[in-house]
């Protein structure tokens, strides 16, 4: 038997995960990926919120949402424990805020909706808002806290699971069959070749947005802008999760001081910052959080969210020995431990779940 079982494409945040979860297992495992920061994870925020990412009929994918959360804890103590590392784990709950009147109603009508999934959401006035966070607008109107959500860091989270894998698992990229067909390869061995080598391999696709180029299946890039301002500790305690004159933005604080603002979202594939699009996350987020605009903008940020024409994940094998987790959209870190369980267990006992049926590959015809 060739001493690699598992080869896995992509080292975003799935696809270690799911090595990770390969290589206990006993398996042997190769990840081919840049080592890089190109993908998706680097801009996320990390917000572990059920809640907050429960859309009206998407009942399956809420349900993957809550099972994934509840791995969460387990998964970050046990990446903690292997590698020393820590990932920035909290489990302090989100604030969810509204600004005007009819900011306020669109929120309750999304409440309305999490409760009746059986989500934990506690609506709050806005003298309650202020005690939890004093630096909160007092033109705030109301809002919600959801106990049951959590945050992590997902550059942290990263830098354990290379440290986790170790450097030698971390191959080059694969190409697309194609010449040309995938702007994102680096160079190296085609994905037909790397399948032909040895039959009975498995190779796991998890490249997020470049998916689409190794597999066909219908993967988009969707743009996103991220901010990280930095400020004095202990300017947040909770994430905000708020809607400021109709825009959406999330706050999510670091114990650094760190706090990233987020995020915009276009149909689009090119990695331009543009004065607007800065300005619309700013003015949000200062709107809610005044102090805000006196942090450092250190750092902005253009990522690709691997989207599917129902935006939710594709999880599992498409044949000859090939499977793919991709297409997590806004939900990349929050699935993780559970993709990774997933496709770990189908990769060693060929077993497919029960909780993969919905989101199988041959959805899309």
Same mark, same amino acid.
């Given at each position: 038997?060739?001493?690699?079982?598992?080869?896995?494409?992509?080292?975003?945040?799935?696809?270690?995960?799911?090595?990770?979860?390969?290589?206990?297992?006993?398996?042997?495992?190769?990840?081919?990926?840049?080592?890089?920061?190109?993908?998706?994870?680097?801009?996320?925020? %990390?917000?572990?919120?059920? /809640?907050?990412?429960?859309?009206?009929?998407?009942?399956?994918?809420?349900?993957?949402?809550?099972?994934?959360?509840?791995?969460?804890?387990?998964? /970050?103590?046990?990446?903690?424990?292997?590698?020393?590392?820590?990932?920035?784990?909290?489990?302090?709950?989100?604030?969810?805020?509204?600004?005007?009147?009819?900011?306020? #109603?669109?929120?309750?009508?999304?409440?309305?909706?999490?409760?009746?999934?059986?989500?934990?959401?506690?609506?709050?006035?806005?003298?309650?808002?202020?005690?939890?966070?004093?630096?909160?607008?007092?033109?705030?109107?109301?809002?919600?806290?959801?106990?049951?959500?959590?945050?992590?860091?997902?550059?942290?989270?990263?830098?354990? !699971?290379?440290?986790? !894998?170790?450097?030698?698992?971390?191959?080059?990229?694969?190409?697309?069959?194609?010449?040309?067909?995938?702007?994102?390869?680096?160079? %190296?061995?085609? !994905?037909?070749?790397?399948?032909? /080598?040895?039959?009975?391999? #498995?190779?796991?696709?998890?490249?997020?947005?470049?998916?689409?180029?190794?597999?066909?299946?219908?993967?988009?890039?969707?743009?996103?802008?991220?901010?990280?301002?930095?400020?004095?500790?202990?300017?947040?305690?909770?994430?905000?999760?708020?809607?400021?004159?109709?825009?959406?933005?999330?706050?999510v604080p670091r114990a650094d001081g760190e706090v990233v603002v987020g995020a915009t979202q276009e149909e689009r594939a090119d990695s331009t910052v543009s004065a607007g699009q800065v300005l619309e996350l700013l003015r949000a987020a200062t709107d809610l959080v005044p102090e805000l605009g006196e942090c450092e903008l250190v750092e902005t940020v253009v990522r690709h969210r691997p989207a599917t024409p129902d935006n939710a994940p594709v999880l599992g094998a498409v044949g000859g020995g090939v499977l793919v987790a991709a297409g997590h959209h806004r939900n990349g870190v929050l699935l993780a431990p559970v993709t990774a369980d997933?496709?770990?267990?189908?990769?060693?006992?060929?077993?497919?779940?029960?909780?993969?049926?919905?989101?199988?590959?041959?959805?899309?015809?």
């Open positions: 038997m060739s001493a690699t079982e598992v080869v896995v494409v992509g080292g975003g945040i799935i696809g270690l995960s799911i090595a990770w979860r390969c290589r206990q297992r006993g398996l042997a495992v190769t990840v081919h990926d840049g080592g890089g920061d190109d993908g998706a994870w680097y801009a996320a925020a %990390g917000m572990l919120a059920p /809640a907050g990412e429960a859309g009206f009929g998407q009942e399956a994918l809420t349900g993957l949402l809550v099972d994934s959360a509840a791995r969460w804890p387990e998964f /970050a103590a046990e990446l903690e424990r292997e590698t020393g590392i820590g990932v920035g784990y909290d489990s302090v709950g989100t604030l969810s805020v509204a600004l005007t009147g009819d900011d306020l #109603a669109e929120a309750r009508r999304l409440w309305a909706y999490r409760r009746e999934l059986g989500l934990g959401v506690d609506p709050l006035l806005p003298s309650a808002l202020r005690e939890r966070e004093p630096g909160l607008s007092p033109r705030v109107r109301g809002g919600a806290h959801a106990p049951d959500d959590c945050q992590v860091d997902p550059r942290r989270v990263v830098a354990a !699971l290379r440290a986790a !894998l170790g450097p030698a698992v971390l191959r080059g990229r694969i190409e697309a069959d194609s010449a040309g067909s995938d702007p994102s390869a680096g160079g %190296g061995t085609r !994905l037909a070749e790397l399948v032909a /080598a040895r039959p009975g391999r #498995a190779v796991v696709i998890a490249a997020g947005a470049g998916t689409a180029a190794l597999t066909g299946l219908p993967v988009r890039p969707v743009k996103g802008l991220v901010l990280r301002l930095r400020g004095a500790p202990g300017l947040l305690r909770h994430v905000v999760n708020g809607w400021a004159d109709g825009r959406h933005v999330y706050l997933l496709i770990a267990e189908l990769v060693a006992t060929g077993k497919s779940a029960p909780l993969l049926e919905a989101f199988a590959p041959g959805r899309f015809g």
